[in-house]
């Protein structure tokens, strides 16, 4: 069993929304840097957004801020992403990560963490 699952992927016109959900099969993530990757097909997994633990600090690459967000609810032990004006580019498939050590801020390298989930796949149309 991977140790993070997500859910919420779809299939979207463009300008639509979208609400992804991460959380830990088996630990609570409150004390994690979390983080959202995509991978297109043939492409590279690229960085989407992170978090830090507290979830008062976060971080997106340039072409989706203004319209994802990430968000930890601790109480449900869940990390979001609030994904609106969906553009065809966005298409991908969305993986969940969390780096085991609170010593980096918030990284943006697939690398720097070490537990992923399978992702959830989020396609959409013109």
């Known amino acids: 069993q991977a140790p993070l699952l997500e859910s919420g992927g779809g299939s979207v016109q463009m300008g639509g929304s979208l609400r992804l959900s991460c959380t830990a099969s088996r630990r609570a993530l409150s004390h994690w840097p979390m983080a959202w990757f995509r991978r297109a097909p043939g492409r590279e997994r690229e960085f989407v957004a992170a978090?830090?633990?507290?979830?008062?600090?976060?971080y997106l690459m340039d072409t989706v801020a203004g319209r994802f967000a990430i968000s930890r609810d601790t109480a449900l032990n869940t990390i979001s992403l609030q994904m609106s004006d969906l553009k065809p580019e966005d298409t991908a498939r969305y993986y969940c990560a969390a780096r085991r050590y609170n010593d980096i801020d918030l990284p943006t390298r697939a690398q720097d963490y070490d537990a992923w989930g399978l992702g959830t796949q989020v396609t959409v149309s013109v």
């Open positions: 978090i830090n633990p507290s979830g008062r600090s976060t």
